[in-house]
């Protein structure tokens, strides 16, 4: 399970190494060795449920979207969406000052205060993978988004403050679209999981992996799972397949798609469906020779948001596999990856 979006405790500016520096020749410094039985094998690339939203326009076609949904959710915990309403020439921009900000050396985002602080928000690197013990190749930014009263603009480079103020509020509107049609593919009412949930704190994560000189011992980011309620991926890097999802004990790669945005189910939905459906395992592997570059919107309840399976979806022949948990007391619990 992952921590998104919460205080990065372990980042720590003296000790962690810049991952594209964290090298002796071409052999990665020992701390970012995974034990053999956590590298990455080649995968079979896959394209995972692809859902046109348009289609949910048309009552004809509506159902076979929802029970697309329903499949993908029960069977993946991941899809894509096209036709999503965000627009691709914010993110293209955001790419393009993103690309920016990432090839400034360390020292540079050093001087500019924009080392990741107590806000939680800011530059990061160095997070070490507690299951493996090793540091994961990569470096971002993470941005409180909503509420926006938890905006700490000092940390946000303002370079990049109007394009993650757009895409930030379009993927905020995508996931509450996408919670109401997920609340239907369950049959129930479309206002059911944003009610359980309460108001969506949504964090963003810009996720930079540089070329690795040894990929294969090496991960940008650990098997895990969401602990929110749902994310949205945007794979900017069209030509760097990295994301990998676990599916009946295979990993499969997750090819990218320019115009499409990655949806995955988080642990609160697999709570709230009680199990019905899945937060998928997933991880991101490391390319030689390319950087790759992705824009992940995780969306939290609220620290005091009491999360259990829905009262409609528990009978006697379903009873109740999960506890109702204070999302602050899961999230301290599966506390394991930098964001
Ligand atoms: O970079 C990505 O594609 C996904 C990263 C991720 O899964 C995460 O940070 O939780
Ligand atoms: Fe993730």
């Not at 924009?114 to 941005?143: H, R």
Request: charge should be negative; include cysteine.
């Amino acid at each position: 399970m992952s921590i998104e979006g919460e205080t990065c405790t372990e980042n720590n500016g003296s000790t962690a190494h810049c991952a594209c520096s964290a090298t002796h020749g071409t052999e990665l410094l020992s701390n970012f060795v995974l034990p053999p039985q956590m590298r990455p094998l080649t995968v079979r690339p896959i394209h995972i449920p692809l859902v046109d939203l348009a289609l949910l326009e048309n009552a004809d076609t509506r159902p076979q979207v929802l029970d697309q949904i329903h499949k993908a959710c029960c069977e993946w915990g991941f899809f894509q969406v096209v036709h999503h309403g965000v627009s691709l020439d914010v993110l293209s921009d955001l790419r393009t000052s993103l690309n920016e900000f990432f090839s400034l050396p360390l020292s540079a985002k050093s001087e500019k205060g924009l080392l990741i602080g107590d806000s939680g928000q800011g530059y990061g690197t160095g997070f070490v993978d507690p299951k493996s013990g090793a540091t994961e190749w990569k470096d971002y930014l993470l941005f409180h988004t909503y509420p926006t009263s938890n905006r700490d603009y000092s940390k946000w480079p303002s370079t990049l403050r109007n394009d993650i103020e757009l895409v930030s509020g379009e993927l905020l509107a995508l996931s509450q679209k996408l919670l109401a049609i997920i609340s239907e593919s369950l049959g129930l009412p479309s206002s059911s999981i944003e009610n359980a949930m309460g108001m969506l704190h949504q964090k963003i994560l810009a996720a930079h992996y540089p070329p690795c000189p040894q990929p294969e011992v090496a991960m940008g980011s650990c098997e895990h799972t969401d602990i929110g309620i749902i994310t949205c991926v945007w794979q900017a890097s069209e030509d760097v397949v990295s994301l990998q999802v676990l599916k009946d004990e295979q990993w499969h790669s997750v090819e990218p798609n320019p115009s499409a945005i990655v949806v995955n189910i988080g642990d609160q939905i697999q709570i709230f469906s009680n199990g019905k459906y899945r937060s998928g395992p997933h991880r991101v592997v490391l390319n030689a020779s390319k950087p790759r570059l992705s824009v992940v919107a995780f969306h939290n309840p609220s620290a005091s948001t009491l999360v259990s399976p829905s009262k409609s979806l528990v009978d006697e022949q379903h009873p109740p596999k999960y506890n109702p948990t204070l999302f602050k007391d899961y999230a301290n619990i599966h506390r394991i990856s930098a964001v």
